[in-house]
Each structure stands twice: as structure tokens, then as C-alpha cells.
């Protein structure tokens, strides 16, 4: 069974921190390309960072240099660190898996509020 679960989510003051992970199972993790998006309430879902099985990494210009993403292909995981945080990071996160030709992966997300 395809599954990717979120984790990390939660409450925190504008200018702090969180660290999201996502644990995958029943794909072949080490061959996808894994990604962070995320949904407000009224908008999109939005890019925010994409990671290739080779390590190459993809920003949005919204959280170019406050966010990192990385991957542990051992434990078939991937992260997000938020750095800085703003209330307009405020969002559902969910994690996503994809490779071309096969349809993509998606987590049930994580909830993120950035607010004082």
C-alpha cells in the first residue's frame, strides 16, 4: 500500500521554526522525486519545495532561503525545516511523491499556523 504520512506540524509565533517529515512506504523511494506543497483556505495548492532522487533541490521564491528540504533515502523520508516563519506560511502541508508516466503521491497533510 502507497503511503505517505506527515509529521511536525503545529503552532508557531512569526519568526520561529518547524521541521515536517514524511515517511513513505510501498513505493520504491529512492526513484521518486519528493515534494512539499501546501494549501490555504481559498487558494491553490502551491509548490513550496521539490527534492530529485539525485539531491537536486527546488524552491519557491516565497521561501527561497528560510526553508531547506532533504531526503534520507535509508529511511525513505524526507524533510522540511522552516525557518523564520511568516503568518502568510500559514497553510496545509502535504507531502508528494512523483516520477514521470506514474500519477502522483500525495500525504494527507499537516496543519502549519504561523501567529502570535
Known amino acids: 500500500q502507497v503511503q505517505l504520512v506527515e509529521s511536525g506540524g503545529g503552532l508557531v509565533q512569526p519568526g520561529g521554526s518547524l521541521r515536517l517529515s514524511c515517511a513513505a512506504s510501498?513505493?520504491?523511494?529512492?526513484?521518486?522525486?519528493m515534494g512539499w506543497y501546501r494549501q490555504s483556505p481559498g487558494k491553490q495548492r502551491e509548490l513550496v519545495a521539490l527534492?530529485?532522487?539525485?539531491?537536486?533541490?527546488n524552491y519557491s521564491d516565497s521561501v527561497k532561503g528560510r526553508f531547506t528540504i532533504s531526503r534520507d533515502n535509508a529511511k525513505n523520508m524526507v524533510y522540511l525545516q522552516m525557518n523564520s516563519l511568516k503568518p502568510e506560511d500559514t497553510a496545509v502541508y502535504y507531502c508528494n511523491a512523483q516520477r514521470p508516466s506514474w500519477p502522483w503521491v500525495w500525504g494527507q497533510g499537516t496543519q502549519v499556523t504561523v501567529s502570535s
Open positions: 527534492i530529485t532522487k539525485a539531491g537536486s533541490t
Open positions: 510501498g513505493i520504491s523511494f529512492n526513484i521518486y522525486t
